[in-house]
């Protein structure tokens, strides 16, 4: 099982900061840091798309996906308090029978 290595955030940021903000090509940037050239440029467009949610991590989900979960939870809530009255009303609409 081969194990992926792991960059920091601040690697990352201060990678793409060489290509975009200072000139660097890609392949220059990444020999001189050691990275593979396509690892770069995944980060750069990633950086360029991210919307400023670039390299959150793994697990950390950016804000439109947390309100989408809660809401989703929400959602699902709702649903079985709905089944839960409609038994209740069954229940007591045979009980007054």
């Not at 601040?10 to 940037?29: F, H, N, P, R």
């Not at 950086?47 to 309100?67: P, Y």
Request: proline fraction near 1%.
């Amino acid at each position: 099982m081969t194990v992926r290595k792991q960059y920091p955030k601040e690697l990352k940021l201060d990678a793409v900061s060489l290509v975009l903000e200072q000139g660097y090509s890609q392949a220059e940037a990444a020999r001189s840091l050691g990275i593979d050239a396509r690892l770069l440029g995944r980060w750069v467009k990633e950086h360029q798309v991210g919307d400023g949610q670039a390299f959150r991590g793994n697990g950390k989900l950016s804000e439109e996906q947390e309100e989408l979960r809660a809401l989703k939870a929400q959602v699902k809530r709702l649903e079985m308090e709905k089944e839960i009255l409609k038994k209740a009303t069954v229940f007591f609409a045979a009980q007054t029978r």
